[in-house]
């Protein structure tokens, strides 16, 4: 038995909570993995998982186990990676899971430049806006907006991203221009975001000095992804406050007309994040460092 091997399998079943989910995220047949997790417990002596028709879960012993392995599977990583100047030259598979509007508009079109600093990497998107559980869908890191409160996430702020008001010349010709946000209030139609992670709805939000105002308005339309809001609101279906990144171009071509621009939100922080039960490998420091890069600039307006 390769020990290691089995310790690496075996902690991708305590991560996957299946046998079947653990073969597909290790590339594996299952009866291999099942094999070697067989062995491991028989080497230790130990039962490590409690088997059903449905699920996988851990004893006492396999999570005192896999709390002590991992570490020493970090640790091993970290060594593979010095001897291979992968600190130079990171490699290997980094799964990243990352929201619709950033991936299709910053991240993806600037790639090739990163499989040219680091063409070891093969990095692999998951595109959504909904919420993944990192270790049980074997994600590397989540790049994401908001405040990050989970506990057991390392999280690394890379960017803030300001809003922007905006809508169509033709709505405004049918609607007229909002002077204040109060008059949103007032016979406009908004075109409003909800969560997909937790299905609240977020209403646009207005600062200006000591002032700070939520608009309910008359919504027209509700939206749970970032790049069909925009969509939304290029139809001419109402008013929408989403990300200046986003509108700004629309707004140069004329597609677009910005609206109270002198009542701000604070902007949206952007951060990665990663289980914190795992030591940072090179390619994801890597990844973390060359994204600081890449939105950085949306910090700016214009």
């Known amino acids: 038995m390769d020990q290691i091997a089995a310790m690496r399998v075996f902690a991708r079943v305590v991560e996957a909570g299946t046998f079947t989910r653990a073969a597909d995220l290790l590339q594996l ?14 080497h230790l002596r130990v039962k490590l998982l409690q088997r059903t028709t449905r699920r996988v879960t851990v004893t006492p012993e396999g999570a005192a186990y896999y709390e002590r392995t991992s570490r020493v599977l970090a640790e091993i990583d970290d060594i593979e990676a010095d001897l291979t100047n992968a600190q130079t030259s990171p490699r290997g598979r980094l799964r990243v899971d990352i929201g619709s509007s950033l991936a299709n508009r910053i991240l993806i079109p600037r790639l090739p430049a990163f499989h040219a600093r680091y063409p070891g990497i093969l990095l692999e998107l998951g595109v959504s806006d909904r919420s993944v559980h990192l270790i049980g869908e074997g994600v590397d890191c989540v790049l994401r907006g908001g ?20 809508a169509t010349p033709d709505y405004l ?14 016979g406009h ?33 509700a939206v749970n992804e970032s790049t069909a809001h925009l969509t939304a609101v ?69």
Not at 147 to 166: E, F, H, I
Request: one cysteine or more; aromatic letters at 6%; glycine letters at 6%.
């Open 189 to 221: 139609q908004v075109v409003s975001y909800f969560s997909s992670r937790t299905g609240r709805h977020v209403p646009p939000c207005y600062e200006r000095g000591d002032e700070r105002i939520e608009i309910n308005g008359q919504t027209v339309l």
């Open 29 to 42: 047949p299952k009866p291999s993995v099942t094999k070697l997790v067989q062995q491991l417990e028989s």
């Open 173 to 186: 010709k049918r609607h007229g221009t909002p002077e204040t946000p109060a008059d949103l209030l007032d």
């Open 234 to 302: 290029l139809t001419g279906l109402g008013v929408a406050q989403t990300f200046a990144f986003m509108a700004q171009p629309h707004v140069e071509s004329g597609a677009l007309v910005e609206l109270l621009a002198d009542w701000e939100p604070p902007p949206l922080p952007v951060s990665v994040a990663y289980p914190s039960s795992r030591h940072p490998s090179a390619k994801l420091r890597a990844f973390v460092d060359w994204t600081v890069e890449v939105l950085a600039p949306l910090g700016r307006r214009r």
């Open 147 to 166: 405040v990050l409160s989970d506990p057991s996430l390392v999280a690394r702020r890379v960017a803030q991203m300001p809003y922007m008001t905006c």
